[in-house]
């Protein structure tokens, strides 16, 4: 079992940043992928980015590619999101998820992802 505890989130003005952390419990951190999810209200919860468990490979969604940036320090067992140019619709619930399958490829629905965090809440007031 994993423990995930995301931190970072806040208010901040349309054109801020913010950083997410997400510290994992465990000492497998190394060998799951990790990705951002986010659910606004009356929304679906979708991936935001996702990175391998290497690092060497990253996703975006369309929506903040150029924008926001995932990466992971095995060694703190942590996962982050940096957030610049942030945007109105950015706002929403921020989740962390861990994928436990010991394999490269990166996964984007929900279903794939087998540990969750609690949840940060990011406003972006324009």
């Known amino acids: 079992q994993v423990q995930l505890v995301e931190s970072g989130g806040g208010l901040v003005q349309a054109g801020g940043s913010l950083r997410l952390s997400c510290a994992a419990s465990?000492?497998?951190?190394?060998?799951?992928?990790m990705g951002w999810f986010r659910q606004a209200p009356g929304q679906e919860r979708d991936l935001v980015a996702a990175i391998s468990r290497s690092g060497g490979s990253t996703y975006y969604a369309d929506s903040v590619k150029g924008r926001f940036t995932i990466s992971r320090d095995n060694a703190k067992n942590t996962v982050y999101l940096q957030m610049n140019s942030l945007k109105p619709e950015d706002t929403a619930v921020y989740y962390c998820a861990a994928d436990r399958r010991l394999s490269d490829t990166i996964l984007t629905t929900t279903g794939n992802y087998d540990y969750w965090g609690q949840g940060t809440q990011v406003t972006v007031s324009s």
């Open positions: 465990g000492r497998i951190f190394s060998t799951y992928a």
